[in-house]
């Protein structure tokens, strides 16, 4: 399967745990997006690599976000000291920059339930 | 800033009969705009998009969407819905050209009866 993977596709934590997620992009894709999804919303952008550059981050992203691409392959976000309003759907996609409309493709998500 | 609007927040149709999803936007440029569906526990899917060449697009499924500047629309449509259609549509618009950041509606549910 050479799509977007997500890893892990759910994941339960208590309040003020850290979690971390992980987005295995399309390999020759050289941009990366992360997106939150609440229930009943669409996707909402979080932050966005080119290659391992991290180049725009959302006001939704607070300081307990942090999110890295270090060698311009797979990414991970971290949540620090999550909180109840955590909880959501956290979608990864990628593109190739600079082919037309810079199709993204998605991966499945990461199920977040913050206890 | 761009925007969509997505004017129907469910949209309920008989299996056979045509599907109507509305899809407003609002962009300073002219803008890249998609249709990307959502099945329950599946992952984003695009159905179709548009990139300033011609104004009705064919997407997957037998899907379609016309470009209307005027209107500022972009509305997908089917002639004939199947079960297998039901799920969450989203339209979306892409942010500027050199980000390509989405901006997603808030979605339309469709259901489809037998």
């Known amino acids: 399967d050479t799509g977007v993977s997500q890893d892990p596709r759910h994941k339960i934590t208590k309040r003020g745990q850290n979690v971390t997620f992980r987005c295995d992009p399309i390999?020759?894709?050289?941009?990366l997006y992360w997106y939150r999804q609440t229930l009943g919303q669409g996707p909402e952008f979080l932050t966005y690599?080119?290659?391992?550059?991290?180049?725009?981050k959302s006001r939704l992203l607070s300081d307990r976000f942090s999110a890295e691409r270090p060698k311009g392959s797979f990414s991970t976000l971290e949540i620090q000291r999550t909180e109840q309003g955590d909880s959501a759907m956290y979608l990864c996609?990628?593109?190739?920059?600079?082919?037309?409309?810079?199709?993204?493709?998605f991966g499945p998500g990461t199920r977040l339930t913050v206890l | 800033a761009q925007s969509v609007t997505q004017l129907d927040s469910h949209v309920s149709v008989s299996e056979g009969t045509p599907v109507l999803l509305r899809c407003n936007y609002s962009?300073?440029?002219?803008?890249?705009l998609f249709w990307y569906v959502q099945h329950p526990n599946k992952g984003l899917q695009l159905l179709l998009k548009y990139t300033s060449a011609a104004t009705l697009v064919k997407g997957i499924n037998g899907f379609e969407a016309e470009f209307k500047k005027s209107e500022t629309s972009f509305h997908l449509t089917k002639p004939s819905a199947h079960m297998s259609d039901a799920a969450e549509y989203f339209c979306?618009?892409?942010?500027?050209?050199?980000?390509?950041?989405?901006?997603f509606g808030q979605g339309t549910t469709l259901q489809v009866k037998p």
């Open positions: 962009s300073s440029y002219s803008p890249s």
């Open positions: 390999s020759e894709h050289n941009r």
């Open positions: 690599f080119q290659n391992e550059a991290q180049l725009e």
């Open positions: 979306v618009v892409s942010e500027a050209p050199n980000t390509g950041k989405l901006i």
């Open positions: 996609a990628s593109s190739l920059a600079g082919t037309g409309a810079n199709e993204q493709f």
